[in-house]
């Protein structure tokens, strides 16, 4: 089998980006492909998410983020394969201390940190194998404050506010603001925020470094969208029916029709939801051709094959995500229930906010745990010049869509092997 045509069906198990590119044919033009089956399909389908255990770990992703943190593979191995039992470990202790905390997150060390309000919490998240941190502000407190902004922008706008979200280790709402702007929809929100006091910070940043609207990045293994832009596939899934259906971000089938890859059709649109979030389906019509995997591609010649997935991460945690234009890159969690501010004015809810870096062609990609757990698929980034803000001296800044909605919301189960 060609080389080419085994990485588009792996593809189906990986990431996505769209953006308006270079036209195709219009959708009535494009034949399907042949009834020959090119691959074994491979893997069966989860609905419930999974149970963080101490789990193997793929050596690829273990060499890149021994790269990216500069530790050795063995130190590497040890933090990925044990994240997921901290990160159940934290959120186990976060529910017991109940509206006594602010929540939990991974310290930069590995260590677990889970967050306190008095000394009877410390006592708790000490006994339950967690460093304790000492804070003002609860969980409950700052999510009412990330409830009126969101208010606040979807009935007035955001203006050139680029974001905003609940910092776990700071115990406070960070309000992401372009710095020189004075609109009246950005002044607006910012009075709002401000009148929080000291659970509130303002962080400016520079107006290069606005998060880009989604629908001008460019595609990963790519399809061609019905607008005749290009985008990439995210995870494969199935319906209640056992139909496949691929999973990939919103705005890359907002617009209905056929999708198709390499001149022949995948299939239609079936679901789109964007803005507010940014998910959305459509059918692989053709499995026999288009063999649905549980694979995502590391841009090494080998895959990692998906597990199950999370509902959700706490801070700190590693995830890596695949993506066309710069391939398998890792970061860490920084913030989770974003709400982000795409240039344009297209808002987005309840994303999670890390640092691998993303570049137009990445959008909604696959994004993992290096222990091949699915968590989301990329929505957008902070770019400069249409660069991660690593390559300019800067911390990377991006988001993905978490997958536990857009499953659920879909009726979809994930394919896994």
Same mark, same amino acid.
């Given at each position: 089998?060609?080389?080419?045509?085994?990485?588009?069906?792996?593809?189906?198990?990986?990431?996505?980006?769209?953006?308006?590119?270079?036209?195709?044919?219009?959708?009535?033009?494009?034949?399907?492909?042949?009834?020959?089956?090119?691959?074994?399909?491979?893997?069966?389908?989860?609905?419930?998410?999974?149970?963080?255990?101490?789990?193997?770990?793929?050596?690829?992703?273990?060499?890149?983020?021994?790269?990216?943190?500069?530790?050795?593979?063995?130190?590497?191995?040890?933090?990925?394969?044990?994240?997921?039992?901290?990160?159940?470990?934290?959120?186990?202790?976060?529910?017991?201390?109940?509206?006594?905390?602010?929540?939990?997150?991974?310290?930069?060390?590995?260590?677990?940190?889970?967050?306190?309000?008095?000394?009877?919490?410390?006592?708790?998240?000490?006994?339950?194998?967690?460093?304790?941190?000492?804070?003002?502000?609860?969980?409950?407190?700052?999510?009412?404050?990330?409830?009126?902004?969101?208010?606040?922008?979807?009935?007035?706008?955001?203006?050139?506010?680029?974001?905003?979200?609940?910092?776990?280790?700071?115990?406070?709402?960070?309000?992401?603001?372009?710095?020189?702007?004075?609109?009246?929809?950005?002044?607006?929100?910012?009075?709002?925020?401000?009148?929080?006091?000291?659970?509130?910070?303002?962080?400016?940043?520079?107006?290069?470094?606005?998060?880009?609207?989604?629908?001008?990045?460019?595609?990963?293994?790519?399809?061609?969208?019905? /607008? &005749?832009? !290009?985008?990439?596939?995210?995870?494969?899934? #199935?319906?209640?029916? $056992?139909?496949? =259906?691929?999973? @990939?971000? +919103?705005?890359?089938?907002?617009?209905?029709?056929?999708?198709?890859?390499?001149?022949?059709?995948?299939?239609?649109?079936?679901?789109?939801?964007?803005?507010?979030?940014?998910?959305?389906?459509?059918?692989?019509?053709?499995?026999?051709?288009?063999?649905?995997?549980?694979?995502?591609?590391?841009?090494?010649?080998?895959?990692?094959?998906?597990?199950?997935?999370?509902?959700?991460?706490?801070?700190?945690?590693?995830?890596?995500? /695949? &993506?066309? !234009?710069?391939?398998?890159?890792?970061?860490? #969690?920084?913030?989770? $229930?974003?709400? =982000?501010?795409? @240039?344009? +004015?297209?808002?987005?809810?309840?994303?999670?906010?890390?640092?691998?870096?993303?570049?137009?062609?990445?959008?909604?990609?696959?994004?993992?745990?290096?222990?091949?757990?699915?968590?989301?698929?990329?929505?957008?980034?902070?770019?400069?010049?249409?660069?991660?803000?690593?390559?300019?001296?800067?911390?990377?800044?991006?988001?993905?869509?978490?997958?536990?909605?857009?499953?659920?919301?879909?009726?979809?189960?994930?394919?896994?092997?």
């Amino acid at each position: 089998m060609n080389r080419t045509l085994r990485l588009v069906l792996s593809a189906l198990g990986t990431t996505v980006a769209c953006a308006a590119v270079a036209t195709t044919a219009s959708a009535g033009t494009i034949p399907t492909p042949p009834a020959a089956a090119h691959q074994p399909a491979s893997g069966r389908a989860v609905s419930g998410s999974a149970t963080a255990t101490q789990v193997s770990v793929d050596p690829g992703a273990v060499q890149a983020f021994a790269a990216q943190q500069k530790i050795s593979v063995a130190a590497a191995t040890a933090r990925l394969t044990g994240q997921g039992a901290l990160g159940a470990r934290g959120a186990a202790i976060v529910r017991t201390l109940g509206a006594h905390t602010a929540g939990s997150y991974l310290a930069d060390d590995g260590s677990l940190v889970v967050t306190t309000t008095d000394a009877a919490g410390d006592r708790t998240a000490t006994a339950g194998g967690a460093r304790s941190q000492r804070v003002r502000h609860t969980s409950g407190s700052l999510q009412a404050i990330m409830d009126r902004l969101d208010a606040q922008a979807r009935t007035h706008g955001a203006g050139s506010v680029q974001g905003w979200y609940v910092d776990v280790p700071d115990d406070v709402v960070v309000v992401t603001t372009t710095a020189g702007a004075h609109d009246a929809a950005a002044a607006a929100l910012t009075k709002v925020a401000t009148a929080y006091g000291d659970a509130v910070r303002l962080a400016p940043a520079p107006a290069a470094d606005a998060p880009q609207p989604s629908e001008y990045m460019v595609g990963g293994y790519e399809f061609v969208t019905a /607008s &005749g832009g !290009t985008c990439s596939v995210g995870f494969n899934t #199935v319906d209640s029916a $056992n139909r496949n =259906v691929v999973l @990939t971000a +919103g705005h890359c089938v907002k617009q209905a029709g056929i999708m198709s890859r390499n001149g022949l059709q995948i299939g239609s649109t079936r679901t789109a939801n964007y803005p507010g979030t940014d998910f959305g389906t459509f059918w692989n019509s053709y499995p026999s051709y288009w063999q649905p995997t549980a694979s995502v591609y590391l841009y090494n010649n080998s895959y990692l094959t998906v597990h199950g997935f999370y509902s959700s991460v706490p801070v700190g945690t590693t995830v890596c995500k /695949s &993506g066309r !234009t710069t391939g398998w890159t890792c970061g860490k #969690v920084t913030a989770v $229930n974003q709400t =982000v501010s795409y @240039t344009g +004015g297209y808002v987005v809810s309840g994303l999670v906010r890390h640092s691998a870096c993303v570049e137009p062609g990445d959008s909604g990609g696959a994004n993992v745990t290096p222990s091949g757990y699915a968590v989301g698929m990329t929505s957008g980034a902070s770019m400069n010049n249409n660069k991660c803000l690593s390559k300019v001296g800067q911390a990377n800044v991006s988001w993905y869509q978490p997958i536990a909605p857009a499953l659920t919301a879909n009726g979809l189960r994930l394919r896994v092997g």
